[in-house]
DNA sequence: CGAGTTTGACCCGCGC
DNA sequence: GCGCGGGTCAAACTCG
């Protein structure tokens, strides 16, 4: 599918919510198609570094910096979980329920066995820690305007969590590719400040293809037609091969066809779609 | 019945 | 050492 029939508009020609800041991000219309998204606008892609867990391409024009969660860490462990879940998950669980029918020698047997299999975990993901240096996996945050909380994206994703998030009234959710053997993780959130705001962190690389790609999709077509503009977003801050193979990990777009026109092209303007799509592209009402 | 969600408990790092 | 907050686990639950 390509942006023309997703179909484009200027961010003017949308009244959302009471958002007043100030957006040069390209704005994308769904409503020719038929999902359920209705719009969607690409706010800002924030990466991170996925040594020091800081913001690259830190003079990225993002409305709001604080909406990315992600605070300025330091060197700071990351907790290595994938494939690290417990051996045997039955003896782990305690249950208070099944333990009240079993006998006392049972239930010591039970409870020993249950603190040995945390034991050991314990000490195998310790040993883990000190041995290895964990490195994080590189991670992008999305920030998007968006009615939907869990964008379609064109992955299968399960998820595992939900945590509030200090000083905000939405909770966080965490999701985790369904896919086995691939660790990517998604963390979706909405911005405190802007509630129309969803901030989608991705982390990992797919180690797949997409499952929906190819088929109708929302945000694939969202992401294979903004792709032009993100990545001419990262040509002007030096940075294209990283965020090519970024967005690639990410299954959003191929190296291999990814093609960047002319530095010239680009406008002092650049965060602007328009700039980047021909003018004709644009669906004007 | 399998896949996905909910949710309370737990773990861990960090700051004080 | 302690409390807090982020992240994850996993049993219970829901849904198709």
Redesign the pocket.
Known sequence: MTMMMMGVKKKEDYAIGSSSFHCNYPFLDFSDDKGSLGFMELLGVQEYSPLLDLPLGSNMEVPQTSDL???P???????E??N???A????????S??SEALNDEQKNRTVDQTHDE?KK??EQ??AK?TNQKRQREPRFAFMTKSEVD?LEDGY?????????????PF??????C?SVSCNV?K?V?RSFSDPSIVVT?Y?GQHTHPSPVMGRSNNFGSLMSGSENYISQYYQQHHQQQLHVDALSSLGFLSPKNVTFPQQTALSSDYGRLQDVVPSHMFKQD
């Open positions: 969660k992600e605070p860490q330091t060197k700071k462990d990351w907790p979980v994938t690290q879940q417990p045997t998950p039955n003896s782990s669980s305690i249950s329920a099944s945390h975990t314990k993901l310790k820690k869990h299968r994703w399960r998820k595992y969590g939900q945590k509030a998030v200090k000083n905000s909770p966080r959710s965490y999701y985790r369904t993780k963390r959130e962190t982390e």
